[in-house]
């Protein structure tokens, strides 16, 4: 008899399947034309727009309550996204057979991501913690010990889980064991690496959260909307329903609403002030040059066909075009790869958490690559790079303890008397 060569899945208990949702999976499609799944020639496609719509109206709606709770709650929402797209990356490469022969050995999982959670937002909240207890004197020395010594405390528990890791090594399971190892790790820099940009915005100011957030869900959804009635011309054979109309349809709505949101978003101090603490109260701060109206004079032919002469911009609207360009031009191939790292592993979707949309890590491809643009675009054109007594200020507060402050505010205060005594 011959050998089946089949590749259907084993059925006994010994085969290696991953823990996986067999409708998850696809067959694959490298020897279908490129453009055979358009939306356009999709049969249920108001039935799947009807399902991603409902979808989306949640996700936009407690999208929004949690933006007006505040900095807190976006940072709880980011910390909970991450570890969404932690579980959904870890069942990517999870066997369920070498796993019932390594008992524990998924927590290991959990400890590394927790332990790179505590390293990376202790870093990134350290002195705003310090500054929300700065009134309490024993809470603020308690807080400032345990910053002292963070990086010590997250190296011995990644050395702890390095040797739970070499302890828990089986024979026959070094390969797979390793490659988990090596997984994890990656998806570790994915997750923390990009994500921990999106909380320094959160920090920097709720509008350099929220516009490139919000301009990533504009261009996703006119992308579907613009395929979905006018989709001709495939775009890329990695995303077969991705079309030309529906990417240049999205990128010249993206621009527009990135020019109009900044107006809007620049007049509330909540969204522009930056926070300086871990408290939740109401921000109150001088928005500065980027966020106060200008007024432009409109040629003499403008006037003609319309009724206006003079328009208000912002400044910072000549920046939040910088912004929609990268969102719609960009950032979709944040998708592009997700769907070719899909491909890679014949799924469909890298989860079911939202109905139409597939996992969390589907929704969030581009958007981690639009926070650290938004992020570096931020330090590097927006951010004054001349010194200025406000940026003083921030980075004494921020770099120094309370000891460390008192001292410095006697010391000036010495200089300053020597000064007018020379002078006088």
């Not at 820099?189 to 909380?199: C, P």
């Not at 959260?209 to 301009?215: C, D, E, G, I, K």
């Not at 006037?303 to 208000?312: A, R």
């Not at 990268?326 to 592009?336: D, E, R």
């Amino acid at each position: 008899m011959q050998r089946d060569h089949s590749t259907s899945i084993p059925s006994t208990p010994t085969g290696r399947v991953r823990n996986r949702r067999r409708s998850n999976e696809v067959i694959s499609e490298d020897s279908k034309p490129n453009g055979g799944h358009l939306l356009v020639n999709d049969r249920d496609k108001y039935r799947s727009m009807w399902i991603r719509a409902h979808s989306s109206i949640w996700m936009i709606g407690g999208f929004v309550f949690i933006v007006y709770m505040g900095h807190l709650y976006i940072t709880a929402m980011v910390v909970v996204i991450q570890i969404y797209m932690a579980k959904e990356l870890f069942n990517l490469l999870r066997k369920s057979h070498e796993d019932s022969h390594l008992p524990g050995f998924r927590l290991l999982n959990w400890h590394f991501f927790f332990t790179a959670m505590l390293f990376v937002y202790g870093r990134l909240l350290s002195q705003r913690l310090v500054n929300t207890v700065t009134t309490d004197r024993f809470l603020y020395q308690l807080v400032s010990s345990l910053f002292k010594y963070h990086m010590a405390i997250c190296y011995f528990l990644y050395i702890t889980g390095f040797m739970w890791f070499i302890l828990s090594l089986k024979k026959k399971m070094y390969k797979y064991q390793f490659g988990q190892y090596a997984w994890t790790h990656m998806i570790l820099i994915f997750v923390f690496a990009q994500s921990s940009f999106t909380v320094a915005n959160i920090f920097e100011g709720i509008f350099w959260f929220l516009l490139p957030a919000t301009l990533i869900v504009i261009n996703d959804i006119f992308a579907y909307i613009f395929g979905f009635f006018f989709g001709r011309t495939p775009l890329i054979k990695l995303s077969p329903k991705k079309t030309w109309e529906g990417f240049i349809g999205a990128s010249v709505t993206t621009i527009i609403s990135a020019f109009v949101l900044a107006n809007i978003m620049g007049r509330f101090q909540w969204f522009t002030c930056a926070r300086k603490d871990l408290s939740n109260g109401w921000l109150h701060c001088d928005p500065g040059p980027l966020f106060k109206s200008e007024q432009y004079t409109l040629p003499g032919w403008v006037s003609q066909w319309f009724p206006w002469k003079e328009i208000s911009i912002m400044p910072v609207q000549w920046h939040a075009l910088c912004l929609g360009l990268f969102a719609s031009i960009i950032a979709p191939f944040g998708g592009f790869f997700a769907s070719g790292f899909k491909r890679a592993f014949k799924i469909k979707d890298f989860g079911d958490s939202i109905p139409g949309h597939g996992g969390i890590t589907d929704r969030m491809d581009c958007q981690m690559v639009m926070a650290v643009f938004a992020y570096i675009y931020h330090q590097s054109f927006v951010v004054p790079q001349s010194l200025s007594v406000e940026r003083i200020l921030d980075q004494i507060l921020m770099n120094l303890t309370f000891e460390e402050q008192h001292s410095l505010y006697v010391k000036l205060g010495e200089i300053l008397h020597e000064t007018l005594t020379g002078e006088s």
